[in-house]
């Protein structure tokens, strides 16, 4: 199957007054119509900041490259602003983190919903209020038409979320974003928002690439997962493969402070990633994540190292052997 993105060797540097902020630093995914693509790690990993880079919507200071980025066989690299216009909310749609920072509070929802319809579509704008009903119904908004006339202000939390993937879903796009849409959602909802998500993508068949720092999430929904670190992707691979047997120690690290029924006992200390990220800004040598790691050594300091691939889509960057990692994480998981 052809992927709807495909991208290599992502760049994304911003120039500051103490050196270059190297935000994003070699990134290669693909996504698949109708599979889920997760970018997971701490907050300032870069996550965000890939999917803005895709969209063209980076602040006007950052530079980005890739050698590859490609939507639906275009070259993205080397649009212009207009023809990303073009592309942007009709083919690839992004669903923002804030859904009340994101809409506008002077325009009614109507308003905002029927904008992209009415932008890369030639219909009516009576056509575009009766998609905009059909979606707000879609998405389990009850009595949509009279939700039309409202402004963000009067709905709550869930329901502008919902609007948000309506809006994302108005020109029926090959592939959307959604930039950790369940954040600002209590539990009940959230479990609502991703399994609406999950129906709406199968029934229009889109590729999505879902951001989140919640572990539990991404192995809900996720057919491929990367794990990032410092603006690199330090794993990735199949949702199963890498829960079930994370490599990198990152990862490792990451599944440790998660709560395991059957297995975390009571009272007992939750794992744990001690130390700080470091900054990116200015020349990176060597693994970023060497001092935070248990099983640091001296070459991890010297030596610059590409994704280890050990099967088809399964891969890691780091030193260790895959059956040191293997094992490191079986220790982890007696303790």
Same mark, same amino acid.
Do not use: W
């Given at each position: 199957?052809?992927?709807?993105?495909?991208?290599?060797?992502l760049?994304?540097?911003?120039?500051?007054?103490?050196?270059?902020?190297?935000?994003?630093?070699?990134?290669?995914?693909s996504?698949?119509?109708?599979?889920?693509?997760?970018?997971?790690?701490?907050?300032?990993?870069?996550?965000?900041?890939?999917?803005?880079? !895709?969209?063209?919507? #980076?602040?006007?200071?950052? %530079? /980005?490259?890739?050698? $590859?980025?490609?939507? +639906?066989?275009?070259?993205?690299s080397?649009?212009?602003?207009?023809?990303?216009?073009?592309?942007?909310?009709?083919?690839?749609?992004?669903i923002?983190?804030?859904?009340?920072?994101?809409?506008?509070?002077?325009y009614? !929802?109507?308003?905002? #919903?029927?904008?992209?319809? %009415? /932008?890369?579509?030639? $219909?009516?704008?009576? +056509?575009?209020?009766?998609?905009?009903?059909?979606?707000?119904?879609?998405?389990?908004?009850?009595?949509?038409?009279?939700?039309?006339?409202?402004?963000?202000?009067?709905?709550?939390?869930?329901?502008?979320?919902?609007?948000?993937?309506?809006?994302?879903?108005?020109?029926?796009?090959?592939?959307?974003?959604?930039?950790?849409?369940?954040?600002?959602?209590?539990?009940?909802?959230?479990?609502?928002?991703?399994?609406?998500?999950?129906?709406?993508?199968q029934e229009?068949?889109?590729?999505?690439?879902?951001?989140?720092?919640?572990?539990?999430?991404?192995?809900?929904?996720?057919?491929?997962?990367?794990?990032?670190?410092?603006?690199?992707?330090?794993?990735?691979?199949?949702?199963?493969?890498?829960?079930?047997?994370?490599?990198?120690?990152?990862?490792?690290?990451?599944l440790?402070?998660?709560?395991?029924?059957?297995?975390?006992?009571?009272?007992?200390?939750?794992?744990s990633?001690?130390g700080?990220?470091?900054?990116?800004i200015?020349?990176?040598?060597?693994?970023?994540?060497?001092?935070?790691?248990?099983?640091?050594?001296?070459?991890?300091?010297?030596?610059d190292?590409?994704?280890?691939?050990?099967?088809?889509?399964?891969?890691?960057r780091?030193?260790?052997?895959?059956e040191?990692?293997?094992?490191?994480?079986?220790?982890?998981?007696?303790?």
């Open positions: 199957m052809i992927p709807v993105l495909e991208v290599k060797g760049n994304v540097d911003i120039p500051l007054a103490a050196g270059i902020l190297h935000a994003v630093r070699d990134v290669n995914f996504v698949k119509r109708g599979k889920t693509y997760c970018l997971v790690g701490e907050s300032g990993c870069g996550k965000s900041l890939t999917a803005l880079a !895709i969209m063209g919507l #980076l602040p006007q200071r950052a %530079l /980005r490259k890739a050698t $590859v980025l490609y939507f +639906e066989g275009k070259d993205l080397t649009a212009k602003e207009r023809e990303m216009s073009d592309i942007r909310g009709q083919k690839m749609s992004m923002f983190q804030e859904p009340m920072t994101s809409l506008n509070p002077c009614t !929802i109507g308003n905002q #919903l029927e904008e992209a319809l %009415l /932008r890369h579509k030639k $219909v009516s704008r009576s +056509e575009a209020r009766e998609r905009a009903v059909f979606l707000l119904d879609k998405v389990g908004i009850t009595a949509a038409a009279s939700r039309l006339k409202q402004y963000p202000h009067q709905l709550s939390g869930g329901l502008r979320q919902r609007m948000m993937i309506a809006m994302a879903l108005m020109c029926g796009p090959s592939l959307i974003i959604a930039d950790e849409p369940t954040t600002a959602l209590d539990v009940t909802i959230q479990a609502q928002i991703l399994s609406l998500l999950a129906s709406l993508q229009f068949e889109m590729g999505m690439i879902l951001i989140t720092h919640d572990l539990g999430i991404v192995a809900r929904v996720a057919d491929r997962v990367a794990v990032m670190y410092c603006g690199q992707v330090v794993e990735t691979g199949e949702v199963t493969e890498l829960f079930e047997n994370p490599l990198h120690p990152y990862t490792q690290g990451l440790a402070c998660i709560p395991v029924p059957g297995r975390t006992q009571r009272g007992k200390h939750l794992g990633i001690p700080l990220v470091p900054t990116p200015g020349d990176l040598t060597g693994c970023t994540f060497r001092n935070r790691c248990q099983y640091v050594f001296a070459d991890c300091a010297d030596q190292f590409d994704l280890r691939e050990i099967s088809a889509g399964r891969a890691y780091c030193l260790l052997s895959p040191v990692c293997a094992r490191n994480a079986s220790e982890r998981q007696l303790r």
